[in-house]
T-cell receptor, first 112, second 112 residues
Framework: DVKVTQSSRYLVKRTGEKVFLECVQD?????MFWYRQDPGLGLRLIYF???????EKGDIPEGYSVSREKKERFSLILESASTNQTSMYLC???????????FGPGTRLLVL | KQEVTQIPAALSVPEGENLVLNCSFT??????LQWFRQDPGKGLTSLLL?????REQTSGRLNASLDKSSGRSTLYIAASQPGDSATYLC???????????FGPGTSLSVIP
């Protein structure tokens, strides 16, 4: 079975802190994605990556950056956390040509 | 810009009923459409994927149909069970690069 893991289920940070959210997949997938999910707004794509060291902006990249140094790991970075970044963050991966995305369990981030 | 809507936003049915969830999209030039299930506080699980050339897909008690020309998809759940209670999201993919657009979801509650 495909497994996508995220480093934390719950995270509490203070405004201005640098936050790292880690995502690891064990199926050698080329594609990886970071979404945030908010009530009434649904899932919105922040960044995605089709290959190691490659990244593309999604629909709401402002305030975020990403890193993909290894194929299995895709990190989301909040350089200076703000309260409006309180959200549920979901990571996903897929294999090129397979199309189905596999999601991690999510990280619920609270920024105080 | 592709927009995806889902009706109803919430649905409550007694156990054993057959039900239909609706998904609409504004741009019919899609590569595929997927239905996902999300349990509270958790990630998404892919249920069915319909390629643009297909009309429907079935998995157990679930049947999803696709009408590209009208920009609609339906998810039919037969003989609903309390374990079906979850949020159901549809997502459309415009290209083969897996950058999908999600609908807001339908929250389903099946009452024993």
């Amino acid at each position: 079975d495909v497994k996508v893991t995220q480093s934390s289920r719950y995270l509490v940070k203070r405004t201005g802190e640098k936050v790292f959210l880690e995502c690891v997949q064990d199926m050698d997938h080329e594609n990886m994605f970071w979404y945030r999910q908010d009530p009434g707004l649904g899932l919105r794509l922040i960044y995605f990556s089709y290959d190691v060291k490659m990244k593309e902006k999604g629909d709401i990249p402002e305030g975020y950056s990403v890193s993909r140094e290894k194929k299995e790991r895709f990190s989301l970075i909040l350089e200076s956390a703000s309260t409006n970044q309180t959200s549920m963050y979901l990571c996903a991966s897929s294999s090129s040509g397979q199309e189905t995305q596999y999601f991690g369990p999510g990280t619920r981030l609270l920024v105080l | 810009k592709q927009e995806v809507t889902q009706i109803p936003a919430a649905l409550s049915v007694p156990e054993g009923e057959n039900l239909v969830l609706n998904c609409s999209f504004t741009d019919s030039a899609i590569y595929n459409l997927q239905w996902f299930r999300q349990d509270p506080g958790k990630g998404l699980t892919s249920l069915l994927l319909i390629q643009s050339s297909q009309r429907e897909q079935t998995s157990g008690r679930l049947n999803a149909s696709l009408d590209k020309s009208s920009g609609r998809s339906t998810l039919y759940i037969a003989a609903s069970q309390p374990g079906d209670s979850a949020t159901y999201l549809c997502a459309v993919d415009k290209t083969s690069y897996d950058k999908v657009i999600f609908g807001p979801g339908t929250s389903l509650s099946v009452i024993p």
